[in-house]
């Protein structure tokens, strides 16, 4: 059995845009309806904001498992409460992002983002079953930020899991797929952006050729709740000692309230070289 602890004194949020990028979360909305305020709930870096946790693991035969509890904030930003004029009707409907940027445009009331604090409580297992890796998590989350149709913010506790399932084949044949589903506890229908429960499904498929000097692969994601979705075919050669050559597609859809519908304008190819030393 092992037991294994972490402490980080200083919290990092994530790097986000927020506007006047294509992949901003507010996107290019501020050159269509003018300037429209973001205030972000910086955190300090205290010591009393740091983060910690702790894991322990241990095997039975070929079952491997861990506990683990994490006590951090959300590196994401968390939509916080916005004040409108008493002219503005409330609740709003059928929101999206755009709608939120226009109101703040237009009252003058500023979009407030916050990192917030949140306890998580998980377990998680691996074992393989046949010439198959079986694997999974769970997490209970006990306060998420979330912002309803009234533009407050609430805080819910949230329970994910996910399964995953990979197989190594022959000639260089890989696939993994795994299946998420996340609920949101005492859930509320004036809750904006978030459904009760969000099902989705990542998958990962590649294929040696010629030797394994060529690699074609391909990663997919879809939550069938949303009906938003991620492609990412690709091939990468593998003819060299040491160097890789990587190209491929990003191509992203949805509706626009969505999280992946959100950049569906934003299909692009790329190319990545790597070198190994």
Not at 14 to 30: I, L, P, T
Not at 176 to 201: E, H, M, P, W
Not at 231 to 241: G, H, L, M, R, V
Request: proline share 3%; aromatic share 18%.
């Amino acid at each position: 059995y092992k037991l294994q602890a972490i402490y980080i004194p200083f919290f990092r949020k994530s790097k986000f845009d927020f506007k006047g990028d294509d992949w901003a979360f507010f996107d290019h909305y501020e050159d269509e309806m003018g300037h429209f305020q973001i205030v972000k709930d910086d955190v300090p870096k205290t010591l009393d904001n740091g983060e910690f946790g702790v894991r322990g693991s241990g095997t039975v035969r070929n079952f491997d498992y861990a506990f683990c509890y994490f006590y951090t904030r959300s590196d994401l930003p968390a939509l916080g409460t916005m004040s409108v004029s008493h002219l503005v009707p409330l609740p709003v409907s059928d929101a999206t992002l755009r709608k939120l940027a226009q109101l703040s445009a237009s009252a003058n009331q500023p979009i407030n983002i916050s990192y917030d604090r949140v306890s998580v409580t998980g377990f998680e297992f691996e074992t393989t079953l046949g010439g198959f890796g079986l694997r999974g998590e769970a997490g209970y989350f006990n306060k998420i930020s979330f912002l309803t149709n009234t533009l407050q913010k609430v805080r819910k506790p949230v329970f994910q899991y996910a399964l995953g399932l990979d197989y190594s084949g022959q000639e260089a044949f890989y696939v993994n797929l795994q299946f998420l589903q996340s609920f949101v506890i005492d859930y509320d229908d004036d809750i904006l952006f978030t459904r009760k429960t969000t099902s989705s499904a990542f998958g990962k498929i590649t294929k040696g050729v010629f030797d394994d000097k060529l690699e074609l692969g391909l990663r997919a994601y879809y939550n069938f709740s949303d009906k938003d979705y991620y492609w990412n075919p690709s091939a990468t050669i593998k003819y060299w000692q040491n160097i890789t050559f990587e190209v491929g597609a990003d191509i992203l859809g949805g509706a626009a309230d969505t999280t992946m519908g959100l950049f569906r304008e934003n299909d692009q190819l790329y190319g990545i070289l790597r070198c190994f030393f």
